[in-house]
T-cell receptor, first 116, second 111 residues
């Protein structure tokens, strides 16, 4: 079974600076999907960024980018020019394209605080 | 703007009561999911569905049940609520290979 590990329970960063959230995963599959989700306090969980394992190019969405290291099974999220609205729980997730309903396996989450 | 809707958002209910948490999506997604999440913690899959009349139990054992009679509707039922059921319940749906779209969640408290 696949597992996802986020080793940083909490992170903080000064507004306008850059922060990187770590995620590692364990799988024997060669093709899969990786995601970062953001869950603001008492608000809906939303998809931040998505990476397909067969694509070597790192995904980017505006200020959010990933560093996908397939051999190392690492999938970190970089947030540039941090804003107060970026404060949230961030979850890394893995999806196999082969298993049943293709359910997500989540990491434990990282709570990100933005200091003004 | 959410295309997946959960009701109620908050529910406080007494032990032993039967409850149904509603989840509806307007995107025509075949795959739908229910996750349980304690505050500040990771999500655990409790039920999922491939499509109409298809339901499966997830990784986390749950006393709840689900049904999928229509594509857009995936309700979760607890026949007899207990304090141990106090948690947040998140409904989601997805297309193959895509990320989940989540509802706003139902925060359940059983007293």
């Amino acid at each position: 079974a696949q597992t996802v590990t986020q080793s940083q329970p909490e992170m903080s960063v000064q507004e306008a600076e850059t922060v990187t959230l770590s995620c590692t995963y364990d799988t024997s599959e060669s093709d899969y999907y990786l995601f970062w989700y953001k869950q603001p306090p008492s608000r809906q969980m939303i998809l931040v960024i998505r990476q397909e394992a067969y694509k070597q190019q790192n995904a980017t969405e505006n200020r959010f980018s990933v560093n996908f290291q397939k051999a190392a099974k690492s999938f970190s999220l970089k947030i540039s020019d941090s804003q107060l609205g970026d404060a949230a729980m961030y979850f890394c997730a893995y999806r196999s394209p082969f298993q049943g309903a293709q359910k997500l396996v989540f990491g434990q989450g990282t709570r990100l605080t933005i200091n003004p | 703007e959410a295309d997946i809707y959960q009701t109620p958002r908050y529910l406080v209910i007494g032990t032993g009561k039967k409850i149904t948490l509603e989840c509806s999506q307007t995107m025509g997604h075949d795959k739908m999911y229910w996750y349980q999440q304690d505050p500040g913690m990771e999500l655990h899959l409790i039920h999922y569905s491939y499509g109409v009349n298809s339901t499966e139990k997830g990784d986390l054992s749950s006393e709840s049940t689900v049904s999928r009679i229509r594509t857009e509707h995936f309700p979760l039922t607890l026949e007899s609520a207990r304090p141990s059921h106090t948690s947040q319940y998140l409904c989601a749906s997805s297309l193959p290979g895509a990320g989940e779209v989540f509802g706003q969640g139902t925060r359940l408290t059983v007293v």
